[in-house]
């Protein structure tokens, strides 16, 4: 894939006053790594949106400072509470010969048969996986297929997952990535019918009906 490219200018503005860059349509953002001193710098706020809407944190993006092109890649992205505009961007410069550590985001796709024809509950797992690779070498995002999960049980790990010969997993193999399982049966209690609840007889009125059975029956007139 081609790279991504984006072009800064060195910030001078700090603080507080970067409100008014942002208004203007400048996004504040921060180079930093081999061989670079931290360094502020700003963008055109609508073209790097564009840019980074389109990359994960292991997308290998040429970044043009001063006529100088670094290889960069995202490592954090500040976006505002309510609106989700960009608000800060931190670039990580990287050496192409040198392996780092990332995280590549994992992107289910596809219907599980188990779930479909079966009635079965797919459950997620990770969403993204740990690796170590050249800068290069870095997958952006990986791909899972569920026309894999066939039965109910039927599960996707990481260790089911090829991600090329360069790259090495750092997490662990048995982490589950997708599993499908029995949907839960829902517990009807049963209702039985209310019992009738006895009618409390006062103790006065017993005594009195017993008296009146002791008593002989009246003579006819």
Same mark, same amino acid.
């Given at each position: 894939?081609?790279?991504?490219?984006?072009s800064?200018?060195?910030?001078?503005?700090?603080?507080k006053?970067?409100?008014?860059?942002?208004?203007?349509?400048?996004?504040?953002?921060?180079?930093?790594?081999?061989?670079v001193?931290?360094?502020?710098?700003?963008?055109?706020?609508?073209?790097?949106?564009?840019?980074?809407?389109?990359?994960?944190?292991?997308?290998?993006?040429?970044?043009?400072?001063?006529?100088?092109?670094?290889?960069?890649?995202?490592?954090?992205?500040?976006?505002?509470?309510?609106?989700?505009?960009?608000?800060?961007?931190?670039?990580?410069?990287?050496?192409?010969?040198?392996?780092?550590r990332?995280?590549v985001?994992?992107?289910?796709?596809?219907?599980?048969?188990?779930?479909?024809s079966?009635?079965?509950?797919l459950?997620?797992?990770?969403?993204?996986?740990?690796v170590e690779?050249?800068?290069a070498?870095?997958?952006?995002?990986?791909?899972v297929?569920?026309?894999?999960?066939?039965?109910?049980?039927?599960?996707?790990?990481?260790?089911?997952?090829?991600?090329?010969?360069?790259?090495?997993?750092?997490t662990?193999?048995?982490?589950?990535?997708?599993?499908?399982?029995?949907a839960?049966?829902?517990?009807?209690?049963?209702?039985k019918p209310?019992?009738?609840?006895?009618?409390?007889?006062?103790?006065?009125?017993?005594e009195?009906?017993?008296?009146? *059975?002791?008593l002989?029956p009246? *003579?006819?007139?």
């Amino acid at each position: 894939m081609p790279s991504q490219s984006l072009s800064a200018t060195t910030r001078t503005i700090r603080g507080k006053q970067t409100r008014a860059l942002r208004r203007a349509g400048r996004l504040p953002a921060v180079l930093y790594g081999r061989g670079v001193e931290p360094t502020a710098i700003e963008l055109d706020g609508r073209q790097a949106s564009k840019v980074l809407a389109r990359v994960s944190g292991t997308t290998l993006l040429d970044l043009e400072l001063n006529g100088e092109v670094h290889k960069v890649l995202v490592r954090e992205i500040q976006r505002d509470f309510i609106r989700h505009d960009l608000r800060h961007v931190d670039f990580l410069k990287v050496s192409l010969d040198i392996a780092i550590r990332a995280r590549v985001p994992v992107e289910l796709v596809g219907d599980a048969p188990a779930v479909v024809s079966l009635g079965g509950v797919l459950v997620s797992g990770v969403s993204e996986i740990e690796v170590e690779a050249l800068p290069a070498d870095l997958p952006e995002r990986l791909t899972v297929e569920l026309e894999k999960l066939v039965a109910i049980g039927d599960t996707i790990t990481v260790g089911d997952l090829f991600l090329g010969k360069a790259v090495t997993v750092l997490t662990e193999l048995n982490e589950v990535v997708a599993r499908v399982i029995y949907a839960a049966a829902e517990e009807v209690e049963e209702v039985k019918p209310e019992e009738a609840a006895p009618v409390a007889v006062e103790p006065e009125l017993i005594e009195r009906r017993k008296k009146e *059975e002791e008593l002989p029956p009246e *003579e006819p007139e």
